[in-house]
């Protein structure tokens, strides 16, 4: 079966650095996703990794290892408006988005 | 980033009436369109895929009778919920991909409550 792992809540303090995990197995792989989404609202996109490699956006940062079946998002200089939940999807060889459940990080002062 | 419209943002409608959710790509042709709903504290799941002209395509447990969709143009696709019950209460999210990228692009999400 298709699945995708991720940690269920994390919490980190303002400021700081977070590191967000997520391993998965699919059947064939077109890119892994990462969105944020803030309770009650929908999805707004972060990032997009296909190849290995650390794609860095300003604060946010995506890492792929494709070999391992394995990502990560790092956020950088935590705000209180980064509490949110963070998912990981993967696109797999029928160009479906398989999606993780989500990791809630909660930010403290 | 490409803009998908979905609306109403929220409805509250009556046990045993129908609900129709609109979902437009404002400034790219969307090819395709898929229809996530979203219970509290749980993922994203998808319910249909839908392709510009054809049928759409239904995840295993969703009924196609209840839910229709329509994607009957390269900007616009709709789901229509009929014969909503209470349980049918949810979060309901498009998106959107199509042109010369695989991302997908979200629309804001239409809160449904079926009283």
């Known amino acids: 079966g298709q699945n995708i792992d991720q940690p269920t809540e994390m919490t980190a303090t303002e400021g700081a650095i977070v590191q967000i995990n997520c391993t998965y197995q699919?059947?064939?792989?077109?890119?892994l996703f990462w969105y944020q989404q803030h309770a009650g609202e929908a999805p707004t996109f972060l990032s997009y990794?296909?190849l290995d490699g650390l794609e860095e956006k300003g604060r946010f940062s995506s890492f792929l290892s494709r070999s391992k079946g394995y990502s990560y998002l790092l956020l950088k200089e935590l705000q209180m408006k980064d509490s949110a939940s963070y998912l990981c999807?993967?696109?797999?060889?029928?160009?479906?988005?398989?999606w993780g459940a989500g990791t809630k990080l909660i930010i403290k002062p | 980033g490409a803009v998908v419209s979905q609306h109403p943002s929220w409805v509250i409608c009556k046990s045993g009436t129908s609900v129709k959710i609109e979902c437009r790509s404002l400034?790219?042709?969307?090819?395709?369109m898929f229809w996530y709903r979203q219970f509290p504290k749980q993922s994203l799941m998808l319910m249909a895929t839908?392709?510009?002209?054809?049928?759409?395509?239904?995840e295993q447990g969703v009924e196609k009778d209840k839910f229709l969709i329509n994607h009957a143009s390269l900007t616009l696709s709709t789901l229509t919920v009929t014969s909503a019950h209470p349980e049918d209460s949810s979060f309901y999210i498009c998106?959107?991909?199509?042109?010369?990228?695989?991302?997908?692009?979200f629309g804001q999400g239409t809160r449904l409550t079926v009283v």
């Open positions: 998106s959107a991909s199509g042109g010369e990228t695989t991302e997908a692009f």
């Open positions: 839908s392709n510009e002209g054809s049928k759409a395509t239904y």
């Open positions: 999807a993967v696109m797999d060889s029928n160009y479906q988005l398989i």
């Open positions: 400034d790219f042709q969307a090819t395709t």
């Open positions: 990794n296909v």
């Open positions: 699919t059947s064939g792989f077109n890119g």
